[in-house]
């Protein structure tokens, strides 16, 4: 089992800037990829940033250049700049291990205009 706990989440105004954080406890060796996830209203879940192990970096297109993430080990942080109100979601550490993917709770994100 991989628990993950989320932190960093807020309001912030259109152009400003938040940093996510993500712990992970448990079988942390099992863990390859850590990641950030996003969902606003009505929509699907999708890829904001993931890192492997090895450090290999993807970023989704429309965070590019915005959005940086760094991982430590267990912790990985998302350090947004630039935030635009279409950035508004809940935000999701993930954690892909052997024993398949874990999930935190979820932080929500507001950016108002």
């Known amino acids: 089992q991989v628990q993950l706990v989320e932190s960093g989440g807020g309001l912030v105004q259109a152009g400003g800037s938040l940093t996510l954080s993500c712990a992970a406890s448990?079988?942390?060796?099992?863990?390859?990829?850590m990641g950030w996830y996003r969902q606003a209203p009505g929509k699907q879940r999708e890829l904001v940033a993931a890192i492997t192990s090895g450090g290999v970096i993807d970023y989704a297109d429309f965070v590019k250049g915005r959005f940086t993430i760094f991982r430590d080990n267990a912790k990985v942080s998302l350090q947004m700049n630039s935030l635009k109100p279409e950035d508004t979601a809940v935000y999701y550490c993930?954690?892909?291990?052997?024993?398949?993917?874990?999930w935190g709770r979820g932080t929500l994100v507001t950016v108002s205009s």
């Open positions: 448990g079988r942390i060796f099992s863990i390859n990829i």
């Open positions: 993930n954690a892909d291990s052997t024993a398949g993917p874990y």
